[in-house]
């Protein structure tokens, strides 16, 4: 008898760890997709790079980032007002990600 309820516990385990898994794929693909498809604030963004920092710092290293990758400065800057508003478009978004990656330990679907 004790070995048949070891195996359920075990089969059962499996089980747990199987729907676990299932649910973090759709919270990622969820996730991707928000990225994908979701406007940020400055500060918003900037967190999800520099999550240790202040929000003020996040903001500037993350511009400063910006700055100095020159074809992303200059594809953002080329036809809106990048430099006046907090609010990124998705364009913008898309663009910052694709440029500088995906913030670090935020999207598992790139590993």
Not at 7 to 20: A, G, K
Not at 75 to 86: G, I, N, V
């Amino acid at each position: 008898m004790m070995h048949s309820c070891v195996h359920h516990s075990t089969l059962e385990d499996i089980y747990i760890r199987v729907i676990i898994n299932a649910l973090i794929l759709i919270i990622n693909l969820k996730i991707t997709d928000m990225r994908l498809n979701s406007s940020y604030t400055r500060r918003s963004l900037a967190m999800l790079y520099f999550p240790d920092c202040e929000p003020r710092n996040a903001v500037r290293r993350l511009t400063g980032m910006i700055k100095r990758c020159t074809d992303l400065y200059e594809q953002l800057t080329r036809c809106s007002l990048f430099d006046k508003r907090q609010n990124l478009t998705i364009r913008e978004t898309r663009l910052i990600v694709d440029y500088l990656g995906l913030p670090e330990g935020c999207f598992d679907d790139e590993d």
